[in-house]
């Protein structure tokens, strides 16, 4: 089985970003009246179970805010419905998402499909060259795959079209991939080979296109959908436990049209203002009813933290089942949550796993107070059909960690610098200071504090997916 997922050390400092209004528009539609015949016990059952529900929900909304609403925000991108490419791999800046990969210049697509479908437009790319398009809707689960491993290198044009759209398929278009809420996202990966390869990346994110349907087909637009007010976000702090959650929550659902297998939910929730209609309004709760909706997120949290420590820390469960389609979490909402505390819009198992090491060998967290190797055996480096890379992050902001080298991880476009074990396997030096000259082209710079590593392994082979391949041990000294 493949070895446990990232673990944090502290949900309370998940990655920040700023906040602040962008729109003139009023705010939100005014609350109606929740049902009063709930009882506190009941209404802290409820807050649990639409908490661990909503905080994927809750979660791709802030960093959505974060770059597609708020242009005082310094992870802001652009606007809704255009491509906007960053020519550059991520570094200790790059703030608004947890483990962030640090391999593949991103594009990033926040797509409103309210008013018509967008096209997308991916130019022919290099056969050697791993590329892909992640498209993840509003409750973060992943819809479908453009790329290497899908649809291969050639190119074409594909229809993203939202929950109302009842078209056909225009002349020309690859493949129609339908999202069940009206905001979702595109997250675009393209492989860097190293800095002399910048500007080839350049290029194929200039042919990186998206067009409304309407201008696709040369035809008249429909009329427009109407301005959404954004509501400014919570902290990643105040999502842990303020009561305002779920105002945030009710906002985002008003963009995401209840699912048949989960009406009865939707309507239980109900029972206490949660929901696009809803009138949850944390500052008129009734002294018990506040504590009693703090009770039930703190009930989330806790039966996430058993579950983490239980099931993900001992390898039972892995990045596998946190990630994918609704098909693939099978309705479990604890695991989707789980993934998006740990890394958000993490990846499908058969496109990218992310085996983590967080402890040394005799299960000791890992501390940048010591020194550590890690060493792949001869013909034991990740079975991928794309690339690997092994990353540091500091915790518990599970950030990437600013050093002399500017390097944040190792990987195999690398491996032509590195130097080989006498028997051709690999060590790596992962500690805070280096570890001599001699050694420094090996060396995985570490924080003075605690620290966890994530593999990555992108387009991965059977070995890998079905745990015959084992991800090597974290050994101090």
């Not at 502290?10 to 962008?22: I, K, N, P, R």
Request: aromatic residues 10%; negative net charge; glycine residues 10%.
């Amino acid at each position: 089985m493949i070895r446990r997922l990232v673990a944090l050390a502290a949900v309370t400092l998940l990655a920040g970003c700023a906040q602040g209004g962008d729109t003139d528009a009023p705010s939100a539609a005014p609350a109606t009246t929740p049902p009063a015949q709930v009882g506190p016990a009941e209404a802290r059952a409820i807050a649990k179970e639409a908490y661990i529900y909503g905080f994927p929900i809750v979660d791709n909304y802030r960093v959505q805010y974060a770059y597609f609403v708020d242009k005082q925000d310094p992870e802001y991108k652009g606007g809704w419905n255009e491509i906007h490419s960053t020519a550059r791999v991520y570094t200790p800046e790059d703030t608004a998402v947890q483990t962030p990969n640090s391999d593949t210049p991103y594009s990033m697509l926040g797509a409103d499909l309210r008013a018509e479908p967008l096209v997308l437009t991916v130019p022919p790319i290099e056969p050697d060259r791993y590329y892909s398009l992640q498209f993840i809707n509003g409750y973060t689960n992943n819809i479908a795959y453009v790329g290497s491993r899908t649809t291969g290198n050639g190119g074409g044009k594909y229809l993203f079209a939202g929950p109302g759209w009842q078209g056909d398929t225009p002349q020309g278009i690859d493949e129609v991939i339908r999202s069940d809420t009206d905001l979702a996202g595109v997250i675009y990966r393209t492989q860097l080979f190293g800095p002399s390869d910048l500007e080839s990346v350049k290029r194929i994110q200039a042919g990186y296109q998206v067009a409304p349907l309407s201008v696709y087909l040369n035809a008249p637009p429909p009329p427009g959908a109407p301005p959404i007010d954004f509501v400014p976000p919570l902290t990643p702090e105040q999502q842990v436990n303020s009561p305002q959650f779920f105002e945030i929550l009710n906002f985002a659902l008003r963009t995401a049209p209840v699912l048949p297998d989960e009406r009865d939910m939707r309507n239980r929730f109900a029972r206490i203002g949660i929901g696009p209609d809803g009138g949850f309004d944390a500052d008129t709760l009734t002294p018990e009813m506040r504590q009693a909706v703090e009770d039930g997120m703190a009930d989330a949290w806790a039966e996430f933290n058993t579950f983490k420590k239980n099931e993900l820390d001992t390898g039972k469960v892995g990045s596998a089942q946190l990630f994918g389609t609704a098909a693939d979490l099978k309705g479990n909402y604890l695991h989707r949550m789980a993934g998006a505390v740990l890394g958000i819009y993490g990846n499908t198992a058969a496109e990218a796993l992310y085996p983590g090491l967080v402890e040394d060998s005799d299960g000791q967290p890992l501390t940048g107070a010591n020194n550590y190797t890690v060493r792949f055996a001869p013909g034991q480096l990740p079975p991928v059909n794309a690339f690997w890379s092994l990353t540091m992050y500091e915790l518990p902001q599970s950030q990437l960690v600013p050093n002399e080298l500017q390097r944040y991880l190792i990987n195999s476009p690398m491996l032509p610098s590195l130097v080989p074990d006498p028997d051709g396997g690999y060590t790596f030096f992962v500690q805070n200071a280096s570890p001599g000259a001699g050694k420094e082209s090996n060396w995985l710079p570490a924080p003075k504090g605690p620290f966890q590593m994530v593999l990555r392994l992108y387009w991965p082979k059977p070995d890998a997916l079905n745990g015959t391949w084992k991800p090597p041990q974290v050994v101090r000294g």
